[in-house]
């Protein structure tokens, strides 16, 4: 069964820091990723995409992933943290018809000053 | 304009009693669901329907109905409502069934049953 694990429940970096969330997939065929992120107290909303095309993919608000099938991670990473980027990270994966996504059990990013 | 917007926001009861969930679009997707956020966030899906028609149902409890008067609308009928199953409900919607569809979700239910 394809399933998604992220490492690290809480991540903490300073403002204009380097964010790295990390998301791991187990997948028997070619696995469809993806990246959500939860503001306090709202919906899930999509970051980016991996959907086999290209292994670089680039999303909203500067934020970007990088499929690596020897490495089987998909990695979301951001230049330079903002304040505003303070939320709950979610990877999923597609698992079934119906377009099902089956989600990880997520990444508090904390934004310091 | 709320795309996907659910009500009530809130919703605190006791247990054994009956609630609903509404859940309304307006973006013309075919297919909805419905996914349960525990106390912990883990996110699962519960039901999903395209085009009014049941394709996904995971083994949820059958106190759970869901129902889906039209595409634009799914609700779910909770019965005998228990502890546990205080969570986060949230809609969602997507354009067919593809895989490499986006979901786009509402702004949760918050239900405490005391």
């Known amino acids: 069964a394809q399933s998604v694990t992220q490492l690290g429940s809480h991540v903490s970096v300073s403002e204009g820091a380097l964010v790295l969330l990390r998301c791991n997939y187990s997948?028997?065929?070619?696995?469809?990723l993806f990246w959500y992120v939860q503001y306090p107290n709202q919906g899930l909303q999509l970051l980016l995409k991996?959907?086999?095309?290209?292994?670089l993919v680039k999303g909203i608000n500067g934020f970007e992933a990088e499929f690596k099938k020897s490495e089987t991670s998909f990695h979301l990473t951001k230049p330079s943290a903002h304040m505003s980027d303070a939320a709950e990270y979610f990877c999923?994966?597609?698992?079934?018809?119906?377009?099902?996504?089956?989600f990880g059990t997520g990444t508090q990013l904390k934004v310091e000053l | 304009d709320t795309a996907v917007s659910q009500t009530p926001k809130y919703l605190v009861t006791q247990m054994g009693n009956d609630k609903s969930i509404k859940c309304e679009q307006n973006?013309?997707?075919?297919?909805m669901y419905w996914y349960k956020q525990d106390s912990k966030k883990f996110l699962k899906i519960m039901f999903s329907?395209?085009?009014?028609?049941?394709?996904i149902n995971e083994t949820v409890p059958n106190r759970f109905s869901p129902k889906s008067p039209d595409k634009a609308h799914l609700n779910l009928h909770i019965n005998s409502l228990e502890l546990g199953d205080s969570a986060v409900y949230f809609c969602?919607?997507?354009?067919?069934?593809?895989?490499?569809?986006?979901?786009?979700f509402g702004e949760g239910s918050r239900l405490t049953v005391l």
């Open positions: 969602a919607s997507s354009t067919g069934t593809s895989n490499t569809g986006e979901l786009f």
């Open positions: 997948s028997s065929v070619p696995p469809y």
């Open positions: 991996y959907t086999s095309a290209a292994t």
């Open positions: 999923a994966v597609h698992t079934g018809g119906g377009n099902k996504l089956t």
């Open positions: 973006l013309g997707h075919d297919t």
């Open positions: 329907y395209n085009n009014k028609e049941l394709i």
